[in-house]
């Protein structure tokens, strides 16, 4: 099959969300021998690479500002695509999904298909006209495309409520890491192995990285943090610097907490091998890759109690009311104090990413699905078939 991914930014992935979405499921994708296109933005992917590990790059240009960058990008992948004789065009997200209906309407063989990722909408960066486009693209992606596939069973419920339609369940994925990798950064930064607690992702209002601060001051404040524990934010602000520079006003004159922008490959590895935990405050989510991959690292994990980070941890994290700082700080001094209890906390993380939530099941679910649109091209392979019969709610 010819399958192209449309709405990430392109690949290698420089962090987690969508771009380690797309990156793991197309890379796989292309090892069973399927033909598999990711558009990419020139800021983002270098523009001198047309493939990467098997998988094709397509680079198109975008207008790179907060309201038109995707919007812009999407409408000329869109067009490139309906002329490029794909089976498959696989649009990412609710405001990409906004051009499905161009290849939905105008090509009968190619098959479109809209994974809904986290209803966009909420996320405090956007005003009230970005709010509006996003609820619309959520409207096509739920009604135009021939299959919608959602990553939370939160948001299955929802699809089916709101519009009548049976969505496909696929939650996203983590690799397991076998051992820690070798800490050769962490000195550069100013940390050491197993003294600092972790946070990771896009600095932006709902990732409620401010309750975070808040609730490490006042441990260390009340003298709850043992000696020289540093918080550790790794993430940049995505067009929100206002907010950034609110992060960092609050931490002012604060040497334990660390601002080390963003980091990805080795330096990301070292960071999540080597944490005493992992805190993902997140107001809302669709389903966090961050949270996922700390979690196969074997991180303790404390996560804010949305419905989402329920259905990942069940008994393998801690959870804190969502937006109270007093029951985040008393969560994390609960866990800081009891070695025994956070190393069972991850080493059952660990193992619930093995069991449920592997890129390579993840990769497998999605090529059920377009096999089902294509069933006389499905590869041969008994690999495949074996991810293929995987189950799909």
């Known amino acids: 099959m010819r399958i192209a991914f449309i709405g990430q930014k392109g690949i290698p992935a420089k962090g987690e969300g969508i771009e380690k979405y797309v990156e793991q499921v197309a890379l796989r994708l292309a090892e069973k021998g399927h033909e598999v296109f990711v558009y990419a933005r020139s800021y983002y992917t270098d523009p001198a690479l047309s493939a990467w590990k098997g998988v094709h790059v397509v680079h198109l240009p975008t207008i790179p500002t907060k309201h038109l960058d995707a919007m812009t990008h999407t409408f000329l992948a869109t067009i490139h695509a309906l002329f490029s004789r794909y089976d498959i065009i696989h649009y990412q997200a609710v ?12 090509l009968r063989r190619t098959k479109v298909i809209s994974t809904f990722h986290c209803r966009d909408y909420f996320h405090k960066k956007w005003g009230w006209f970005a709010r509006y486009i996003l609820r619309l693209g959520e409207q096509v992606a739920c009604r135009v495309p021939k299959k919608t596939i959602v990553v939370s ?27 820690k990798a070798i800490p050769e950064s962490l000195a550069g930064f100013g940390i050491r192995e197993g003294r600092y607690i972790l946070s990771v992702g896009r600095l932006v209002g709902h990732k409620g990285v401010h309750y975070l601060i808040k609730a490490f001051m006042e441990l260390e404040d009340t003298n709850k943090v043992p000696n020289n524990m540093k918080l550790v934010i790794v993430g940049a602000n ?20 660390l601002f080390l922008g963003e980091r ?20 809302s989510e669709g389903m966090s890759i961050v949270l996922l991959e700390a979690m196969a690292h074997g991180l303790p994990v404390i996560a804010s109690d949305i419905r989402v980070n329920r259905e990942v941890l069940s008994d393998a994290g801690l959870l804190f ?37 592997s890129w390579d099941a993840v990769a497998g679910k999605t090529l059920r699905v377009y096999e089902r649109l294509f069933p006389s ?15 799909l709610p």
């Not at 067009?239 to 609110?246: A, F, R």
């Not at 937006?323 to 619930?352: H, P, Q």
């Open 321 to 357: 009311q969502n937006k109270n700082v007093s029951d985040l700080r008393d969560t994390m001094a609960f866990l800081l104090n009891r070695s025994e209890e956070a190393e069972s906390l991850g080493a059952r993380a660990k193992k619930r990413i093995e069991e449920e939530y």
């Open 238 to 257: 995505a067009n929100t610097p206002e907010y950034e520079s609110y992060l960092r006003l609050m931490a002012k004159d604060r040497d334990n907490i």
């Open 377 to 391: 091209k499905r590869p041969f392979s008994r690999t495949v078939r074996r991810l293929s019969s995987e189950s």
């Open 95 to 106: 405001g990409p999904s906004l051009f499905s209906f161009l290849p939905s309407w105008l």
């Open 153 to 179: 069973r939160e948001l299955r419920e929802y699809v089916k409520k709101m519009y009548g339609r049976s969505a496909i369940f696929i939650p996203n994925g983590a690799n397991v890491s076998s051992e």
């Open 264 to 283: 990805y490959g080795r330096e990301l590895e070292e960071l999540f091998s080597h944490a005493a935990l992992f805190v993902q405050p997140s107001e």
